[in-house]
Structures are given as structure tokens and as C-alpha cells.
């Protein structure tokens, strides 16, 4: 499976606090933990303008990568026996009536309730993963992956900075961002990482919007101290404007800025004083391209890399990446030949600094912008199931299928049998056949899903990703099967209040 687990040995729950069982369940103790995530208005409106505020054209969430997994080697998990219910099957409705209607499988209608879960990791890194919003009390829960709210990096502490997008895209909010209030989840993953409670329910204040108002132009000073949304813009100037730009002392200033750079013009391979550069390209270009002669976009020879597993995942030039039958990360990178004319220029800029005096607009509770999936437990598997997500990741190969720009959709039966993976402490996981990547994390697994309506019952969410055929690309995605005790945490976040954060 998709990565090696650090030793749970000693680590502690840090502020999670244990309850007792919620009458109607089917497990009178469930072991449910919580942890606080943004404590009140003020904290929740700053998390919401962290991820807004825009920098250089873009805000933070344009700039987030999807959840990374230490390893991506993927080996097969084992099957085991079938599931033992811990008590009878029960279900939540969504919000809105579903009527029943015939299975279509061609043109799936996307939910509105799919959508990003955002989080700073412990490293400081810009995540995320997938979630949905769920029916609640309130209308104020999403259900995700554990792993997408509980940072391991920090034994298991809940992450920070966390919201949810519905309907994420390319770095927009239609329906504003709704902050973390509370999380939930089971209380073997957020102490031991459990993999088979790979799960949480986490309630979120009302969505918000932060924006419009006036771009005004300011001081860098000024600009630096501005707490709200802002941004750059750098402008081409002339070596004359450059100059007066200059403090008193004859210095260059952060304001006005110049950029020195070689500016190589293509020529033939017969120009006088043309120069010979190289070109990386991919495999599938370097194979189409003339192999001999001196001429412009010959192969111009190639060069095999080892790297360590790290840089072989962080890798996304155009070298062809592979992993070699004993282990070794390896990427090949192939050159054509040119010949260009080399001309040392100068170019000059000033930047300007622009503040935005914006609003932040209560948008109401994610449920009554989106709708809530229905949540169920205890029930058979080899049911048919819809999961949805935004896979991103590229498979071991290399081979990368999906952009994680748009919400996809995977469907089929989950299997009757357990998966099981000793390195990801996984005993008991549901199965259900899929080329999901990364990136669809904490997706739904959604039962009865209406076509119609867009709604169906969360009875899974996507935790791990694997190889069963071993030719380095996902076929399988796996989630913690959702039992008596799943519910008694869903029951226990769904009653639970959190409000607007706008005055």
C-alpha cells in the first residue's frame, strides 16, 4: 500500500477527550476523541483570510498540492475472511427527499456536496484532500479521511489552518469556505493511527466570503504591515525610470529591480558564433526526433539519474521516471541539440504594492447552500457503490491521469473479502476496484446513490490506495468499514452547534 506508517509507540492524544456511548448506537462505549480546531469567530475568520488572501495573482489555495504519501511502491494487500457486523444496519436520509430510481451509469450528475478539504501539514506545506459534506442537526458537517484532518507529522494532532470548498475550482469558492470548527474521529486512529478508523466527521462554521472592495495602491511599508487581502504587480520600466528609481545613495531599491539575463535567439547550426545549447524533452518526443547530423532538434544523447524515493515523488520534469526491478528510483533524461545566438540584455522593473479593503460575507450553513449525503453503517458489502474525489497524484509510474482540477467519479461492488496490510495497520478494510490516485482522499463512498438528486449514503470514505496486479499502477481503493462504532462518532459530531463567524 501507499506508505509506511512511523511506530505509534508512546505518542499520546494531545487535547482529544474520551466519552461515553450515545444511546441508539449498536456499541455502548465508543472509543470517539475530539479536538478543538479554530476556537471561535476571530480565529475562524483569520483561518478563512489565510486561504483567500491573494499573493501575486493567486490565493492559497491555487497554490496547495495534494496530500503526499512517503511511498508510492504499492505492493499487494492480502484478502482475509468476510465482515462481522457489530450490530443491525442503520441509516441517516440526506437532506432533501431521494426518490428511488433506476441505476444509470452513463452521465453521472456530480454532487454539490463533494468538494477540498485544506490544511497546512506539519511541515508547513499547503495540502489537500477530499471531503463531503454530510447530514447533520445542523447542516454544519463534513466527513473525510482521518489522515485529511489529524496530521501524523505531529503525532496525530489535529492539522492546521483546516477548511472545506464545496464545489472547489481552479482556486474559487462559489459557495465560500467553511472552517473547522470541531474534529472527530475514533480514538485508535488519532492515538495509535489505525488505519481501519481511517475516518472523521468534522463540524464547520457558517461559509464565508472575503473580498470585493477597492484595490488601492500603497507603500511597501504599508503594504507589509496590511493584515487583509493584497497583491504585487511588477511593471516593465526603461533603464532611465530605473535610474531615477534609485535611493539617495545611488542603490537598488525592492521597489525598482533589474534583471539581468542571457537571451538566447535561435540560429542554424552555420550561423558564425552560433553556440550548441540542449534541450531535455520527453521520451516520446527524444524517439520521433532525427538521430544523427548536425541539425536543429537532433537527439543530442541521454542520461540516467538515481534518486532517492523522495525526489523521485517530487519529480515533475520531463525526464521518464522509473522504478527498476531491484527497487532503484531512476529518471532518464533525453536531450535534442540546437544552435542559438547569445546576447547579454538588462531589463528593468518597479513593483507596486496594492492593498484590497475587502468584506468577509456570511454565506450560511454548508448544508443549506449544498445539501448533505445520507450516512449509513452495518451494512452488507458487494453493494454497488459511487466514490467520488479529486485524484491528482500520478501512479508509480509516472503515468499521471488525472489533474485534480475537477471532482471525478469511480463506481463498482465492494468485495465480500477484508483487505489487510500490516504496514499501514490495516486488518479489515472494504475493497472496491479503481484507478483513483492521490488526491481523492477522504472522498465518499457513496450507497443508493440517486442520479437524480445527487444524493446517496456515505458508507466509506477513500484512506488507501493500492497495486494488486503489480504493473505500478493504483486498481484499488480502500476504506475503513463503517460500523456501530463509526456511527456513535457521526451521531455524537452531528448534534453538535457551530453558527456564523460574521458580526
Keep these: 500500500m501507499k506508505r509506511i506508517l512511523l511506530p505509534a509507540g508512546g505518542a499520546i492524544l494531545a487535547t482529544g477527550m474520551l466519552a461515553a456511548g450515545l444511546a441508539g448506537t449498536a456499541n455502548a462505549n465508543p472509543d470517539w476523541a475530539f479536538d478543538t480546531m479554530a476556537k471561535d469567530a476571530p480565529s475562524a475568520v483569520a483561518?478563512?483570510?489565510?486561504?483567500?488572501?491573494?499573493?501575486?495573482?493567486?490565493?492559497?489555495?491555487?497554490?496547495?498540492?495534494?496530500?503526499?504519501?512517503?511511498?508510492?511502491?504499492?505492493?499487494?494487500?492480502?484478502?482475509?475472511?468476510?465482515?462481522?457486523?457489530?450490530?443491525?444496519?442503520?441509516?441517516?436520509a440526506p437532506i432533501g427527499e431521494e426518490k428511488k430510481t433506476a441505476a444509470k451509469i452513463k452521465n453521472i450528475n456530480l454532487p454539490k456536496t463533494i468538494g477540498k478539504v485544506f490544511f497546512v501539514d506539519s511541515e508547513n506545506n499547503l495540502k489537500w484532500c477530499s471531503g463531503t459534506s454530510i447530514q447533520s442537526k445542523y447542516r454544519n458537517l463534513v466527513s473525510t479521511a482521518g489522515h485529511c484532518v489529524y496530521d501524523e507529522?505531529?503525532?496525530?494532532?489535529?492539522?492546521?489552518?483546516?477548511?472545506?470548498?464545496?464545489?472547489?475550482?481552479?482556486?474559487?469558492?462559489?459557495?465560500?469556505?467553511?472552517?473547522?470548527?470541531?474534529?472527530?474521529?475514533?480514538?485508535?486512529?488519532?492515538?495509535?493511527?489505525?488505519?481501519?478508523?481511517?475516518?472523521?466527521?468534522?463540524?464547520?462554521?457558517?461559509?464565508?466570503?472575503?473580498?470585493?472592495?477597492?484595490?488601492?495602491?500603497?507603500?511597501?511599508?504599508?503594504?507589509?504591515?496590511?493584515?487583509?487581502?493584497?497583491?504585487?504587480?511588477h511593471e516593465s520600466i526603461s533603464k532611465a525610470e530605473?535610474?531615477?528609481?534609485?535611493?539617495?545613495?545611488?542603490?537598488?531599491?525592492?521597489?525598482?529591480?533589474?534583471?539581468?539575463?542571457?537571451?538566447?535567439?535561435?540560429?542554424?547550426?552555420?550561423?558564425?558564433?552560433?553556440?550548441?545549447?540542449?534541450?531535455?524533452?520527453?521520451?516520446?518526443?527524444?524517439?520521433?526526433?532525427?538521430?544523427?547530423?548536425?541539425?536543429?532538434?537532433?537527439?543530442?544523447?541521454?542520461?540516467?539519474?538515481?534518486?532517492?524515493?523522495?525526489?523521485?515523488?517530487?519529480?515533475?520534469?520531463?525526464?521518464?521516471?522509473?522504478i527498476d526491478a531491484a527497487g532503484n528510483y531512476t529518471i532518464t533524461h533525453y536531450f535534442l541539440k540546437y544552435w542559438v545566438k547569445k546576447t547579454d540584455v538588462t531589463s528593468y522593473f518597479k513593483t507596486h504594492f496594492f492593498v484590497v479593503d475587502g468584506f468577509i460575507k456570511d454565506t450560511g450553513a454548508l448544508g443549506d447552500n449544498v445539501g448533505g449525503q445520507g450516512f449509513t453503517w452495518n451494512q452488507k458489502t458487494g453493494q454497488t457503490v459511487f466514490a467520488f474525489g479529486y485524484p491528482a497524484d500520478a501512479h508509480p509510474d509516472g503515468n499521471k491521469a488525472y489533474t485534480g482540477v475537477t471532482p471525478k467519479?469511480?463506481?463498482?461492488?465492494?468485495?465480500?473479502?477484508?483487505?489487510?496490510?500490516?504496514?499501514?495497520?490495516?486488518?479489515?478494510?472494504?475493497?472496491?476496484?479503481?484507478?483513483?490516485?492521490?488526491?481523492?482522499?477522504?472522498?465518499?463512498?457513496?450507497?443508493?446513490?440517486?442520479?437524480?438528486?445527487?444524493?446517496?449514503?456515505?458508507?466509506?470514505?477513500?484512506?488507501?490506495?493500492?497495486?494488486?496486479?503489480?504493473?505500478?499502477?493504483?486498481?484499488?481503493?480502500?476504506?475503513?468499514?463503517?460500523?456501530?462504532?463509526?456511527?456513535?462518532?457521526y451521531n455524537k459530531a452531528a448534534a453538535v452547534w457551530s453558527g456564523s463567524i460574521v458580526k
Excluded at 186 to 194: G, I, K, N, P, Q
Design 409 to 489: 467519479w469511480t463506481y463498482g461492488k465492494t468485495s465480500g473479502k477484508v483487505y489487510v496490510s500490516a504496514a499501514d495497520k490495516v486488518e479489515e478494510h472494504v475493497g472496491l476496484k479503481s484507478s483513483f490516485t492521490p488526491g481523492a482522499d477522504g472522498g465518499p463512498w457513496l450507497v443508493k446513490y440517486s442520479n437524480a438528486k445527487r444524493l446517496g449514503y456515505v458508507n466509506g470514505v477513500t484512506s488507501l490506495f493500492g497495486d494488486q496486479d503489480k504493473n505500478n499502477r493504483y486498481d484499488l481503493i480502500t476504506s475503513p468499514y463503517f460500523d456501530g462504532e463509526t456511527a456513535a462518532i
Design 153 to 233: 507529522g505531529k503525532n496525530a494532532s489535529v492539522a492546521d489552518n483546516w477548511i472545506f470548498v464545496p464545489a472547489y475550482y481552479q482556486g474559487k469558492a462559489p459557495y465560500g469556505v467553511f472552517v473547522g470548527k470541531t474534529a472527530y474521529t475514533h480514538y485508535d486512529f488519532s492515538v495509535f493511527e489505525d488505519k481501519d478508523k481511517d475516518y472523521a466527521f468534522v463540524t464547520v462554521y457558517n461559509g464565508v466570503q472575503v473580498g470585493g472592495g477597492n484595490a488601492k495602491e500603497v507603500t511597501e511599508k504599508d503594504y507589509d504591515a496590511f493584515n487583509g487581502a493584497k497583491f504585487v504587480k
Design 242 to 322: 530605473y535610474d531615477k528609481c534609485k535611493d539617495l545613495n545611488g542603490k537598488e531599491t525592492s521597489a525598482c529591480w533589474a534583471k539581468a539575463e542571457t537571451v538566447k535567439d535561435p540560429v542554424g547550426p552555420g550561423y558564425e558564433g552560433a553556440v550548441k545549447v540542449q534541450e531535455e524533452v520527453t521520451k516520446e518526443v527524444w524517439d520521433k526526433a532525427p538521430t544523427t547530423g548536425d541539425v536543429n532538434g537532433a537527439q543530442d544523447g541521454s542520461t540516467v539519474e538515481q534518486v532517492t524515493k523522495s525526489a523521485y515523488d517530487a519529480y515533475s520534469g520531463a525526464g521518464y521516471k522509473k
Design 47 to 92: 483561518v478563512a483570510k489565510f486561504w483567500l488572501e491573494v499573493n501575486d495573482k493567486t490565493n492559497r489555495l491555487a497554490q496547495a498540492t495534494p496530500y503526499t504519501w512517503e511511498t508510492k511502491a504499492t505492493p499487494t494487500m492480502s484478502v482475509g475472511g468476510g465482515y462481522t457486523p457489530d450490530g443491525k444496519p442503520g441509516t441517516i
